[in-house]
Structures are given as structure tokens and as C-alpha cells.
């Protein structure tokens, strides 16, 4: 076990844990808008910086998600140095994207009221660039279908070319995990879109309940890919 100080208690972590996953194991709360337990760290966002303070007495800022747990370190989530930048980032987050929810809670929390910058640099969209769908299409799905493209003001997600995502199997990840509900998918009769990467499925039917259930092109790449059986996804998971 490795012995550290977060915010003045003395809590002791499994070797190969990350701050964050100290700090919360132990019901201290440090703020994240791009981690997801699913995926691996990413440290995108930023939001999730702590000040850390070695035995030498040298310290710096760093990101909780990435940085291991080490012995002797005395750890602060909420600092001056760390509010300050963290205000901001979200400053920043909140000018892109000043109509999602998310952003405004963590905003309000940190005391910041409105972004002091020029309204250029406003994005008109929901995405806050976390890339948790990006990372569940490569990391769990395994197709990459999706990908950050462009940088500065103009970064976004895309597919290849900003064309049509062609590698998409239609799963729906990364519509369940982005955190402000900016890609958006609807299935209707037999047929289900996902709009931001200008794609659409024919579904499954149930031969059972007769319910369209699954894209077809997913069902087809689980079933390769996990050496099912034909006929294995023929019935809906309730009638199965």
C-alpha cells in the first residue's frame, strides 16, 4: 500500500492507482467532465488538476486522472492555484458551449458567472471535446469510426474526411456516453440514424415478438467477432 496526504488526511492506496481514483475511493471529490470508469484516462479536459507536493517540498499542478499515487505525497484538490486554473478551463468550456447543464453546474460551483471572452471564440454546439465517444468506439466498440479532427477553435469530431462514418456499426455508444447528449440518434420503423456522422441502419426483427431490436451491421460484427453461431441474434435479448 503507498501512504499519501489528500487534503490533509492520511489515506493509504493501492500501488498503480491514479489520484483520482485515491481521492474517490476515499469520498474525496475532485471534479472530471472527460473520465469515464469504462475508459482509460485520458486528462482532456484538464478539470480534474490537483496541486501535488513532493517530500523535497517542490510542487506543481498535475492531472489526478493520469498521475499514479506515490509515497509521501502530500496532494491538494482545491488550493488556490488549483481554483484558479480550474476556473479557467471551465471559463473556457463555458464560452464554447454556455447552454450545457453540465457546464453550468460546475461553473455555478466554481463562482463563475459568465465567460470574459470575445464572442468569436463561441462554439455554437453542445460538444464540450471530452472525446469519451471517440475513445468507447476505439477502446470498447474497436471500430474507430469517429475521431478529433481539426485543432484550435475549430477541433470537433468527425468521421475520416468529414464524410460519412462508414466504419460505424451503429451501436449507439457514443451516443450513450456523451456526457452532454449532443449526438443524437433516432430509431424509426425498421430504420435507425445517427445524425452527427450522417449514418443509417437497417434493424434487426425479432422472429419471436416481431420488434426491431439491434442494427443489423452491429449484430454482424458481434457475431464475427465473438465466433457466434448463425441465427445466434434471430430473437430479441427478451424473447431469447
Known sequence: MVNLT?????????????LLQAAREHGIDIPTLCHN?????????????VEITYKNGRNRLVTSCLYPVEEGLSVSTNSERVT???????ELLLARCSGEKVIQDLARKLGVE???????????????LCAQCVRACQEVVGVSAISLANRGVSREVAP???ETATACIGCGS??????TQCIKMEDVGDT???HNWSVEFKLKKCKVCGNHFAPEAQLEYIT???NLPPGFFDTCTTCR
Open 160 to 162: 475520416p474526411f468529414l
Open 224 to 226: 464475427a467477432k465473438a
Open 192 to 194: 435507425r440514424f445517427i
Open 37 to 49: 470508469d469504462a475508459l482509460e484516462p485520458y486528462g482532456a479536459c484538464r478539470v480534474c488538476l
Open 174 to 179: 457514443c451516443v450513450y456516453i456523451c456526457p
Open 6 to 18: 489528500i487534503d490533509g488526511r492520511q489515506i493509504k492506496a493501492r500501488e498503480g492507482m491514479t
Open 84 to 90: 484558479a486554473n480550474r476556473k479557467i478551463l471551465v
Open 114 to 128: 459568465s465567460p470574459p471572452f470575445r464572442p468569436e471564440y463561441i462554439e455554437r454546439n453542445a460538444c464540450i
